[in-house]
């Protein structure tokens, strides 16, 4: 009687706590914006087997899929008991808008609180059919108890793993590194650069330091291009300067055309023409997407997740790269009664730059001015960046930009990495040939590059290496 009863009941119970429009809402954003999400959860979380086949699809593709895709994924990789109900899952987890990041992550809780309430009722359930049966076993009920009182596994709520028991994850990674490099990696396009760091990689972050005026914010735009020439989506963020300055400095880099003659209107019939087809033709090539952003009065991280979250629904595709000119012109999120020139705040705002980083799964690259002593230094440290004890000591990428008398001369800029985590640092500087003519910071960079080990070392100072070949890779006029 207690077995029937206990069955009964506590099945009936247990159908109490499932909701598919939540489980429908954390597939869809995982098949459609951020496969990443998958990383977190546990297929076994969902109660109906089309959710949980296409979790695992998820994780083991590692991207995004159409819905065409994954049907044809789903019928030679899985089992599909029931082709009209897996067909009809498949039609809510692709139809309609993509929920936005903080509202998956809401929906996430609930998907792991109805999971635990089912588990628990199933484990209860379990025990009382063993006592039913006469074979009640003190330790091993004691033993279930026990595992279901610790809850559902959370990786990304994990504060430490297990050192080998971490291996297998290090060795997929690498593996997958090796097939396809720039899955993961952000390139720059700068050969010297790229060859030694392989990119940044999400969900680090680069600073870039230097004078006013030496090249800073030209270098984040050609990145951010770069990123987008990669088939990456990018934002272009700017405290400073308004959206249509941003965009013809894109113009000029995009098209090669003066940046000057788009400021004077010196263009003409032809130069129209090219502006034209050469941007539409870039919007017609890539697969991301590339957006410009301007925030006049003042902005922080929180504003900043805000528009990424935006334009991912917009786009229905995550953001990869975030260039943020500059970092010293944000805020901290909350008030802090703290001047955003003070070093304890930009501490604040350098952090939560970083929880950007970890939380959207992305890379950022951001500008900051050096010290007094900096301006006049030929080789900077990272001491020589202004509030070095919040920045310089926290990136994990720092690079400076200088140019001496003698770079003027040769019309080069020294690009010195101050500091990379894990690489060891060049005592060479690597020789960029800009044009800021056309906003390009290096004529050299590399288009498309389709892995890392194409790319052949370049010396790192012209005057006592060997030339180069000139030209090779280098930007093309549309």
Partial sequence: MVKATGKIRLDSISQKYRDEAVEIEIVSYAARRDWTMMKDVDPMWFSIAPLRDIAVAVRKMRSTVSRGAMLSYLKNETKIENPKITAEVLRRVYTGNVPSEKAVKSSLDQLVELFERRNILAGIRNVLEKVSNGRFDVTRTKQVLKELSNGAHRNGHELSVGYVEGLRDRMVLVK??????????????????????????????????????????????????????????????????????????????????????????LLRGPDFR??????????????????????????????????????????????????????HLMSANQASGLSNRDWKSQEQVIGQVKQLCETKKLCVWTAVHVDEDGESAATLKTHNIKYAKAIGESAPIVVGLVRT??????????????????????????????????????????????????????????????????????????
């Fill in 176 to 265: 997958h590194r090796a097939v396809d490099p720039l899955t993961d990696g952000v390139l720059t396009g700068i050969a010297p650069f790229d060859n030694l760091s392989g990119g940044l990689i999400a969900p680090e972050y680069g600073v870039i330091a230097g004078v006013p005026a030496s090249g800073k914010s030209v270098m984040m735009e050609c990145f951010a291009v770069q990123a987008w020439r990669n088939d990456k989506s990018a934002l272009y963020i700017s405290g400073e300067m308004p959206y249509m300055d941003l965009a013809f400095r894109v113009d000029s880099t995009v098209t090669g055309i003066d940046n000057m003659r788009f400021r004077l209107g």
């Fill in 274 to 327: 090219k502006w034209r087809s050469s941007v539409e033709q870039e919007g017609e090539a890539h697969k991301g997407f590339f957006e410009i952003a301007s925030f006049p009065n003042g902005f922080c991280a929180d504003d900043i997740a805000t528009l990424i979250e935006r334009l991912e629904q917009k786009h229905d595709s995550k953001v990869d790269l975030v260039c943020i000119d500059h970092l």
């Fill in 405 to 478: 008398m003698d770079d003027s001369l040769e019309n080069v800029l020294e690009m010195q990495i101050l500091k990379m985590r894990n690489t060891p640092i060049s005592n060479r500087p690597i020789i960029l040939r800009p044009n800021l003519k056309v906003m390009r910071i290096h004529e050299e960079v590399i288009q498309r590059v389709k892995s890392l080990r194409s790319i052949e070392p370049e010396t790192g100072d012209p005057r006592v290496a060997k030339k180069q070949r000139s030209g090779k890779g280098a930007l093309q006029d549309a």
